[in-house]
């Protein structure tokens, strides 16, 4: 019976995973736990309400530790810049928009167990 649990488990779990181009200023949603990767420098705009009076922001936004983060003293959003390469996920669902001055569309690699492949 343990040779057969051992075979079973030794298939990689296949990760789900699209491309996305998000316009400025548009509102998207960010379902808890989906996982975005900049493929180009990005800044993303979060509702303040993400971060409760007791969270550390840490726990709340999952990403590396260099991650450059703008949270203003008044204002119902704060900012996440991304570089290229890097991931960042949601303890909780929100909505999200892309900040960007040039107007340009920018580009995301979405993973999480909701994400669909369409062949």
């Known amino acids: 019976m343990l040779g057969f649990l051992k075979k079973k488990s030794a298939a990689p779990a296949k990760k789900a995973e699209a ?26 705009a979060l509702p303040m309400a993400l971060l409760g009076k007791d969270d550390p922001i840490g726990s709340v936004v999952l ?11 008044e204002g119902d959003t704060f900012l996440i ?12 669902s929100c909505q999200g928009r892309v900040v960007a001055d040039d107007g340009q569309p920018r580009r995301f690699k979405i993973s999480g167990s ?3 492949n369409a062949a």
């Open 19 to 44: 491309i996305a181009r998000q316009p400025p200023g548009v509102i998207f949603p960010w379902p808890q736990g989906t996982v975005l990767t900049a493929l180009e420098g990005a800044t993303i």
């Open 114 to 116: 909701h994400v669909t």
């Open 81 to 92: 810049r991304l570089q290229p390469g890097m991931s960042v996920s949601l303890a909780k």
């Open 63 to 73: 990403g590396p530790a260099d991650m450059q983060m703008s949270i203003p003293k």
